[in-house]
């Protein structure tokens, strides 16, 4: 295999020519000092040497990268991609690329990706937290002790006077957990996800408030915290609750994945949804839609949230470090689908704020 051909650089495009490396810059830039004659042929060697310009460096002098680093905990699924289309569409119109960065769920490689951006030199980072990242804040600190600014999206740590969006998972929580009481659920099991992540933890609070709510007790044996988000967790978490008794009557899980490894359980234990367990979850993965029943949703808003963090980036851009960051939360959707209901008939319930 033949080596990888290095990049032409100003330098050498102006020692071929025998011209100053500033001259051959002017004559790219189409300064009025620079003849038309010695344009075309700085062109024209430009052309025949393959010369690209770099515009990170280009971007750098002039004092502005134009670049948004972005920081996710994965991209599987529905949910982390939607939001980077929401993030690209805001940023390409505004001007800026977009750089992107996964934790894997991982503390050491989200602090990692952080000092790539920084190192980049971008103008702002977005950031979803990792799993494990718990209480570790320094790295975040960093950020906004170099000045940069700082947007949490989704996942959000707990520091003062952070800029965040994101949904409101208390109330999606809590919408999901009264419609199964409505379809008459009385023993309703949680398939729980990390307590220290602000969005496994609100929809957990919104599941005990809607039992509080209706009247209905709580039990501490009708949480299963999953050990991952994963499919085959959601089926461990599925074969405990079975066991219970007297059996339960409905489900609400955290999250989409382990949902299907619960529906899995159901199928091969021969226990009918909805007829005997009634299921519904976070998040609208498309797949949701393609389980037997379809599965009833929580809808998470991921372009829009996408969208919005740009946004609050480019207010934190302009109004520098003095701006009081606002906290944004946006509404969910509550999707009900045959998966919790006796009779199958989609329906959308957009929740209302608390």
Request: aromatic share 6%; net charge neutral.
């Amino acid at each position: 295999m033949s080596a990888k051909k290095q990049q032409v650089s100003l330098r050498d495009l102006a020692k071929a020519l025998n011209l100053s490396t500033s001259s051959v810059s002017r004559a790219l830039a189409g300064h009025r000092d620079i003849s038309e004659a010695t344009k075309d042929r700085v062109r024209q060697m430009a052309q025949e040497l393959n010369y690209r310009p770099n515009q990170l460096a280009a971007a750098l002098r002039r004092g502005h990268s134009k670049t948004i680093g972005v920081i996710v905990p994965h991209i599987k699924g529905y949910f982390f991609p939607a939001v980077m289309n929401g993030i690209e569409r805001v940023a390409t119109l505004e001007g800026f690329n977009v750089l992107l960065c996964q934790s894997n769920e991982e503390l050491r490689r989200e602090q990692k990706n952080i000092e790539t951006l920084l190192a980049a030199q971008v103008e702002g980072i977005l950031v979803s937290v990792s799993a494990t990242t718990f209480s570790e804040t320094d790295h975040f600190e960093q950020v906004r002790r170099q000045g940069t600014p700082l947007v949490f999206f989704d996942r959000a740590p707990d520091l003062p006077r952070s800029m965040a969006v994101v949904l409101d998972d208390f109330q999606g929580a809590y919408q999901a957990v009264s419609h199964l009481i409505a379809q008459g659920c009385k023993r309703i099991v949680h398939l729980a996800g990390p307590q220290h992540l602000n969005t496994s933890r609100n929809r957990f609070l919104g599941y005990q408030a809607a039992l509080q709510a209706h009247g209905l007790p709580f039990e501490d044996d009708w949480v299963y915290s999953l050990p991952s988000l994963t499919h085959d967790a959601g089926r461990l978490g599925m074969q405990h609750l079975l066991a219970l008794e007297p059996p339960l009557d409905g489900i609400f899980a955290a999250y989409a994945i382990p949902s299907v490894g619960a529906l899995e359980v159901l199928r091969e234990k021969g226990v009918r949804v909805p007829q005997e367990v009634a299921l519904a979850c976070f998040s609208n993965e498309p797949f949701t839609t393609m389980t037997q029943p379809q599965m009833t949703v929580v809808d998470q808003r991921a372009e829009q949230m996408g969208e919005t963090a740009v946004r609050l980036f480019l207010q934190l851009l302009k109004r520098g470090p003095a701006y009081e960051p606002p906290h944004l939360v946006l509404k969910p959707e509550l999707i009900i689908r045959s998966s919790s209901l006796h009779q199958s008939q989609e329906q959308r319930v957009p929740t209302e704020a608390r």
